[in-house]
């Protein structure tokens, strides 16, 4: 485990040193078009976007922005990232050139990420719309009609102003009170970015929450709010895990086959960002300010920890994803354990049938990655049934554990010699008895170092239920880098948690372990 | 006490006990000795069940144990096994192997259950290793636990299966003291050994097994002193045997030769001996190949390491007579060859063959 938990760190360690390195952190200061990033570039400012027709684009996953790049742009190369602030950090850490974005999130990002500037700010305009199942007109005509009403009073100018024209990240959002009871409706977004979603303060805020909200009061709707990667909000939708998304979404044809469109509730325009130095400061339409950064070291570890985990109390995410994580691994362990004992006793019993069913179960599961039998269970078994995303991810842990587990008992158990049974049932025991007595304390013993291992391996798995909309530690950490864009402190921060979460479970297996010693023991009895 | 009748058992198929029919007594000291792969752990084993016979009856005390419905836990708990690996419980101390039984099968208190413990492990002589895992004893320490464990469950019988064969020869006669001591004080038990010495002097009675039965039994003088049947002298005898099959006029006689050669060489027959061995092979050979109808003869080789001597015998097809006297060959050298150097030979009619067996000088 210790080794594993080492090689964790290592990668992470290794992934962000560059990062680091490249000064993602440092602000860009003026007239630093003679830095060796731009040498290296080719010496040549970029004064538009067709002087990157060969350069390296970032976009969204699933986002008209890929697609748009490709189009225009054959010859340059495209790279899919699922979040906002991976795309940002591609950008910082040089790994791509240009980041195709939303004008007000870009202009939002800035203020917080270093050394951008806005190349482009009018790429292209796409409105924007809440998407619906298409079984679902009756939901989407009454948002059309509500969104027609707040066109009309008013009410939608106030917004725009609030989150689109002022600046966004002082806007206030005002109390809505969604009822608690009536129709029920979900509504899946992504945490993205302002002016859309976001969490503050441990809220969600933004346009479009603001938006869904007052329309859920206006007719009266139970309206709960589910967080998904961006990618999976379109499938979630089409497989009834919700009714209604909304994230700055961009009504294009190709997702207009799949669901239907609410009437364009915003315009939304692309901006080009790219690294300041890397134009020339005449052409540069708007740069990020030079951040006050501290110089000590202390001083940037303080202010990276009030950055990510005091302002809008971020903490709290943090928490929050540790205990699902914590609930989960405890969970997946229990029926993982359960399954597996099942599995390997169906394995090792005289039923054809029975031992072909339990093998079946195994080699399946140990064939197939965690994250697809996870998208399985969530989006096709349990598709038309509304069950909470952390069961689906207990269920999917739990069942692949299972598989590992039963094999680790079945070694464990068929270790031990022969003979050990034969005197057992000699003796007088029943088979079960002798299992109970005789056999299981010493495979204990046989089987706890790996099965240590294995739930280690557990506990870092279920990393991946953002797929499914679980905020667990990771993806507590992916929200925060969407607010900060600061790429080391949250990941340095959730691999720390990580690895003291599996070090503390793993002493309390070690302890079992100690109590399971017979020679231990003896020297407790001998002594007392 | 144990009446077993008509006992088969077979692995796939491999018919290993074909028809075993036994009484144990009170009291009674059984030694089952013969040859390797004979069935005589098997037939040990389908008496407490850890092998579950395919035929045949086991009555104890009047219930049939192959009855449905028997209750085959409560019988275990009557009838102790020592095994050949010994099988200590590996996570429990000598005391707890002690008590586990008493304690969980018997539903006796713990402090009573540690205190005859305590009595047994003095009468195997181990009281100061009541704290020590078992991977912590010499092989013969851990036989003995073993046995105590056996006693432990206060058992009417104990079933010994090799109890010495995984131990070096220096610990067998600890193990060895400790069996004497307690058929001494009466204790019924059925011991599969190779241990012929100590078989003979421990036990009332002795089962020879050959060929998946109870090829002969009898009292220890008689199966040691004077066994009747042929096989059970052999293995007696310690005898050895190199055995050939003739199914034709020709043979290769040169082979023969060479592998009788070989054999004596093996267990230290004097030359002179071997000689006479392959000349007399060679003259029963002539012989019996000469007899009237198909050529059907088997010719094997025997030596006693007890008795240093070597014998031949000759098994053929062919009409009732000693092939000696019906012998159909040209002249009688071959005849005189064969009396002069024998010092006995005995004809008789088995399963429809004619045998000679020739004791040589």
Known sequence: MRVQSLGTLLCIVGVLLPAAHCGGQQPAKEGSEASPAAKSGGGKHWTSLSDLATGRFAVFTGTVHDAWAKKHYPKSQVTLFDSTSSLIISLQTGKSDVALLDLITARVIMKTAPGLAILDDKVFDMPLGVGFRKDSKQLRDRFNRFLAGIRADGTWDEMHNRWCMNDPERAVMPDIKVPTTGEEVTLAVSVEDLPYVAYIEDKLVGFDVEMLQRFAVKEKLAMKIVVIDFPALVPALMSGKCDMISDGMAISEERAKSIDFSDTYMTFRTAAVVLASKIAPSRRAETSGAATEPTTFVGKVAQSFHRNLIVERRWLLILRGLWATVVMSFFSTILGTLLGALACAMRLSRSRWMRNVAAGYIAALRGMPVVVLLMLIFYVAFASVNIDPVLVAVLAFGLNFGAYVAEIFRTGIEGIDRGQTEAGIAMGFTKARTFLNIILPQATRNILPVYRGEFISLVKNTSIVGYIGVEDLTRASDIIRSRTFDPFFPLVMVAAIYFFATWFLGLALDYIGRKTDPKLRRKKEVAA | ?361
């Open chain 2, 1 to 361: 006490m144990i009446s077993v009748e008509h006992l088969a058992k077979s692995f796939g198929s491999v018919h290993v006990l074909k028809d075993v029919n036994a009484e144990i007594s009170k009291g009674e000291v059984i030694s089952i000795i013969g040859p390797s792969g004979t069935g005589k752990s098997t037939f040990l084993r389908c008496l407490n069940l850890l092998d579950q016979p395919t035929g045949g009856h086991i009555v104890i005390d009047g219930q049939d144990i192959l009855a449905r419905g028997a209750d085959v836990p409560a019988l275990r708990r009557r009838m102790g096994m020592v095994f050949q690996s010994f099988n200590l419980f590996a996570h429990l101390t000598v005391m707890e192997n002690l008590t586990i039984g008493p304690v969980k099968l018997l539903g006796r208190p713990l402090p009573e259950a540690k205190k005859s413990a305590m009595e047994l492990l003095r009468t195997v002589g181990l009281t100061e290793k009541a704290h020590a895992f078992p991977d912590e004893l010499s092989g013969g320490q851990k036989q003995r636990v073993a046995i105590a464990r056996c006693l432990s469950m206060e058992p009417e019988i104990i079933l010994f299966d090799e109890p010495t064969s995984a131990l070096d020869p220096t610990m067998v006669s600890e193990v060895l003291a400790v069996i004497r001591k307690l058929a001494k004080q009466g204790m019924t038990m059925a011991i599969v050994t190779h241990e012929m010495d100590f078989a003979r002097d421990v036990s009332s009675r002795v089962f020879y097994m050959d060929e998946g039965i109870i090829y002969e039994e009898g009292p220890s003088e008689v199966i040691f002193g004077n066994p009747v049947r042929e096989k059970t002298r052999d293995f007696i005898g310690k005898v050895r045997s190199l055995g050939f099959h003739i199914g034709n006029g020709n043979y290769d006689l040169y082979e023969i030769h060479g592998k009788i050669a070989g054999f004596c060489e093996k267990h230290i027959v004097p030359s002179k001996t071997t000689t006479v061995a392959q000349l007399l092979t060679e003259e029963l050979l002539t012989v019996h190949v000469a007899q009237p109808g198909p050529v059907d003869v088997d010719l094997s080789v025997h030596y006693s390491e007890k008795q240093a001597a070597v014998e031949l015998r000759v098994v053929s097809s062919g009409p009732e007579g000693n092939p000696l006297i019906t012998a159909n060959v040209p002249d009688t050298l071959g005849l005189d060859l064969i009396r002069s150097f024998s010092k006995d030979i005995i004809y008789t009619r088995e399963g429809g063959r004619n045998k000679l067996s020739v004791q040589l000088a």
